[in-house]
């Protein structure tokens, strides 16, 4: 099974821990934009097994590179980074088919606090779909586990879902 990523956000320091944290999990940065335009583009010639895609961003914003993905790839899981904190930007990712939404953090500090269990969160979930192992069936103590959990759990409930084939027994 591949783990190949594709990491879309016009923040270059934001795409840099992303896919930092993404290839400490065991995932390839296939690619990466810095624009909607060509994060569809990107999508279309590298077919990765997950995508980050940020909301506002120059050419097509997000949510119509989103659409556009979708609807050509219907089974493509998308994880949705955003500085926007807006509940109804949210549940319209989320109707459009995004897998996940994260916030951006303000500061630096929060982004690397904040951002790197929910993308390992996104990542584990992309992994159980498709049926590799857990790296944390049995979660230990420490803060990234519990992390990890926490963002699983917030999701969960965000989308209503109460089994959603996130991280077992977290």
């Known amino acids: 099974m591949s783990k190949r990523l594709l990491v879309t ?5 934001i795409r840099e821990m992303i896919k930092e944290t993404a290839i400490a999990a ?3 940065i296939v690619g990466e ?3 909607g335009l060509a994060a569809v583009e990107a999508y279309r010639e590298l077919r990765p097994d997950a995508m980050t895609l940020d909301i506002v961003m120059p050419e097509y914003d ?3 590179a989103l659409e556009n993905i979708r609807n050509e790839f219907p089974t493509a899981r998308i994880l949705m980074v ?6 109804n930007v949210l549940k319209d990712a989320l109707r459009k088919g995004a897998t996940d939404f994260i916030i951006k953090p303000s500061s630096r500090c929060a982004v690397q606090s904040g951002i790197m269990p929910a993308v390992q ?3 584990l979930r992309c992994e159980k779909e498709q049926g590799l192992p857990c790296p944390i069936d049995k979660p230990c ?3 990234e586990c519990r992390d990890v959990r926490r963002v699983v759990e917030q999701w969960d409930e965000v989308r209503g879902s109460k089994e959603s084939g996130s991280l077992a027994g977290a």
């Open 26 to 28: 065991g995932w390839e």
């Open 82 to 87: 955003s500085a926007i904190d807006q509940t």
């Open 33 to 35: 934009a810095d624009n």
């Open 121 to 123: 969160a996104f990542l």
């Open 62 to 64: 997000g949510i119509y």
């Open 9 to 13: 956000d016009d923040a270059m320091i």
């Open 141 to 143: 103590g420490c803060i």
